[in-house]
C-alpha cells in the first residue's frame, strides 16, 4: 500500500486512546531510516508479520529510503521528522505519541534516545529499545555520558533487545539492565533468496572478468567498515586476477576510491554502489570480506554465509560465534592489513578450503540463523510487549 506522509499536526488523539484497528499499532523511531543493519532486518519483520502489525514509522533526521523495500500490502505509515537537538525532540515526542497512539514503541539504538527518553517521562505505551552496535566513535571505548544515561532510562523500558551476546554482555553490566528484560533475538537471514548459485550472469552484470578471483563486501562506507583496511589488503594480493567488489555507499565513498588509486588497485576495485537486492553481488563473489573496527551481528555476514560463501572477517561482535571459527585464515585483529591480507591469500590459494568452509556457513544459517525463526522471536515479544498473547522467546 502507498505509505501514508502525516502534516506536522501532532496532537490528534490522547494517550491511552483505543486504536482503530485490531492490528497491534507500533511506532518504530529511527535516528535515520535509510537502508542498514537495524533498518533491514525490521523491514524483513514488516514484510513477514502479516496484518497482525500496523507498522509507523519516525525517521528523526527525515531520511525514508529504506521505505521503497517495503513490500506491497504492508500497513505503514511515514511520519515527519522530529526536531534536531534532545531538548526539542523530548518536547515535540509526546504530541507524536498522542497522534499515533500506539500499542508498542521500538526505539533504534543510540540515535533515537531521545525518544526513548521522552517514552520514560510520559509511559504513552510499553517501549522496547533495541540496541545493535555502535559508530566510529565507540568502536574503541564507550561513552561514559551514553553508559549513564541508558542506566536511567531503560529501566523504564519493557525490554531491551540484542541480536549478540557482546551486546547482551554490555546491556547487563554496563547498563545494568535486569537479566529479565535482556531480550536475545539472534539476527536471521532468508536462506532462500541468499543461496548458493552459479556466479557467471552476475559477474557479467558488475562487469567482472569470468575467471577472475572476487573478494566482496556489502555494507554502508562509514568510518566504522574500515573498508579502507580491506583496500589495503587486497593492494597487497599477488593475483593479478583478482577483484575486488564493494557494494553500497556512504560518505567514505570518495576516499575510498582515492586510497584505492594511491596504492595502483582502482582498475581492480569495483565500487557498485547501493542495489535494492543484493543476492546477486554475493552470487558474484568468492569470498566475502568484512574488515570492520566495530560489529555486533552483521546482517551481510549472514547474508555471505547463506549464500555459500567462505568469510575472512576481523575480531569484532560476534563474528568469531556466528561463523564457528576463532582464528585465522576466518577470524584477524582489526585495523591490520597485513594480517587480513594472509587470510585472503590462503583462501584464494585454495578452491577446496572455500568450497567445505562455504558449505559449513551455509549449514550454520539453515540451523541456527533462518529469518523463519527470527521473525517467530519478535513476533512472540512485539506480542507481549503491546500486552497480547504471546509464548516465550526462543533461547538459542
Given amino acids: 500500500m502507498e505509505p501514508v506522509v502525516l502534516p506536522h ?25 535509510a537502508p542498514g543493519g537495524a533498518q533491514v532486518r525490521t523491514l524483513e519483520l514488516m514484510n513477514h508479520l502479516g496484518n497482525d502489525f500496523e507498522h509507523w514509522i519516525c525517521s528523526m533526521d527525515g531520511v525514508t529510503t529504506a521505505a521503497a523495500r517495503i513490500a506491497s500490502g504492508v500497513s505503514y505509515h511515514l511520519l ?17 505519541f498522542r497522534q499515533v497512539a500506539p500499542d508498542l514503541l521500538v526505539t533504534y539504538n543510540w540515535g533515537a534516545m531521545d525518544v526513548a527518553m521522552a517514552a520514560a517521562l510520559h509511559r504513552p505505551c510499553p517501549f ?45 553490566e554496563r547498563y ?33 572478468p569470468p575467471h577472475s578471483l572476487v573478494v566482496g563486501s556489502v555494507g554502508h562506507l ?5 573498508f579502507g583496511n580491506l583496500i589495503r589488503a587486497f593492494a ?15 560518505p567514505c565513498r570518495d576516499d575510498l576510491a582515492a586510497l584505492a588509486r594511491q596504492l595502483g588497485c582502482a582498475e581492480r576495485v569495483c565500487f557498485a554502489g547501493l542495489l535494492r537486492e543484493p543476492a546477486l553481488a554475493y552470487d558474484a563473489m568468492d569470498i566475502f570480506a568484512l574488515s570492520s573496527a566495530t560489529e555486533q551481528m552483521p546482517v551481510a555476514l549472514l547474508e555471505a554465509m547463506s549464500s555459500g560463501l567462505p568469510a575472512v572477517c576481523t575480531n569484532v561482535g560476534d563474528c568469531a560465534e556466528m561463523l564457528d571459527r576463532s582464528e585465522p585464515p576466518f577470524i584477524v585483529p582489526p585495523a591490520q592489513p597485513g594480517h587480513l591480507a594472509a587470510a585472503l591469500e590462503t583462501l584464494l590459494a585454495d578452491a577446496g578450503l572455500r568450497r567445505t568452509t562455504g558449505e559449513h556457513n551455509r549449514d550454520r ?13 519478535y513476533r512472540q515479544t512485539y506480542l507481549r510487549a503491546g500486552g497480547r498473547t504471546g509464548e516465550r522467546v526462543s533461547e538459542a
Wanted: proline share 8%.
Fill in 9 to 33: 499536526n501532532y496532537g490528534l488523539r490522547p494517550f491511552g486512546a483505543e486504536p482503530l484497528m485490531s492490528a497491534l499499532k507500533i511506532l518504530h523511531v529511527f535516528s535515520t531510516f
Fill in 80 to 96: 515527519p521528522p522530529l526536531p534536531r537537538g534532545t531538548l526539542p525532540a523530548i518536547q515535540m515526542a509526546p504530541a507524536m
Fill in 128 to 172: 522496547l529499545h533495541t540496541e545493535d552496535g555502535f559508530g566510529a566513535d565507540e568502536a574503541q571505548r564507550l561513552k561514559l555520558r551514553r553508559v549513564l544515561t541508558r542506566r536511567i532510562v531503560l529501566k523504564a523500558a519493557y525490554g531491551v533487545a540484542v541480536p549478540s551476546r557482546t551486546l547482551e554482555r554490555i546491556a547487563l
Fill in 176 to 208: 545494568r539492565v535486569p537479566p529479565r528484560k535482556v531480550l536475545y533475538l539472534p539476527n536471521g537471514v532468508d536462506v532462500s533468496t541468499f543461496a548458493p548459485r552459479s556466479n557467471a550472469a552476475a559477474r557479467e552484470a558488475f562487469q567482472l
Fill in 222 to 226: 562509514r568510518a566504522e567498515k574500515d
Fill in 236 to 250: 597487497r594480493l599477488p593475483h593479478e586476477n583478482a577483484r575486488l567488489l564493494l557494494v553500497g555507499d556512504g
Fill in 365 to 377: 544459517c539453515l540451523h541456527r540463523f533462518s529469518k523463519d525463526l527470527m521473525i517467530e522471536d
